[in-house]
């Protein structure tokens, strides 16, 4: 399962996004090794961030918006694929005329919490 892919199709399927072909150029993907590798981890730690907008228990997966940006005024969308103590992350962050990098804070967000 790739975590590109499940971000997208659930962004597509919310009407956030309308193309896939061009979204995928704006996710950016890492991969980290959690401190605590349990779901319910997992959940409290994206409370802290955003809102769980899926959440896949069998599957091992969490999507959720994030605010970040100037004064928190940007939504990012973020997977967290969970494999044993480690876990994949894709965020994609529309960025509009001035680029400020919001997929790339949102993971060093997450990485603070989860790693």
């Known amino acids: 399962m790739d975590a590109v892919d499940v971000l997208l199709k659930c962004l597509k399927k919310k009407r956030i996004i309308n ?7 704006e996710v950016i993907v890492d991969n980290i090794t959690l ?17 769980i907008l899926v959440e896949d228990l069998e599957n091992h997966y969490y999507i959720s ?19 044993d103590a480690q876990a994949q992350i894709a965020v994609y962050a529309h960025e509009g005329m ?5 997929a790339n804070k949102t993971i060093e967000n997450l990485k ?4």
Do not use: E, H, M, W
């Open 19 to 25: 193309d896939i072909a061009k979204a995928k150029n």
């Open 35 to 51: 401190k605590n590798p349990k779901d319910l981890f997992i959940r409290d730690a994206i409370f802290g961030l955003g809102t």
């Open 65 to 83: 918006s994030i605010k970040t940006g100037i004064f928190g005024s940007v939504l990012t969308y973020a997977v967290i694929i969970r494999q």
């Open 98 to 102: 001035i680029k400020q990098n919001l």
């Open 112 to 115: 603070k919490v989860l790693c």
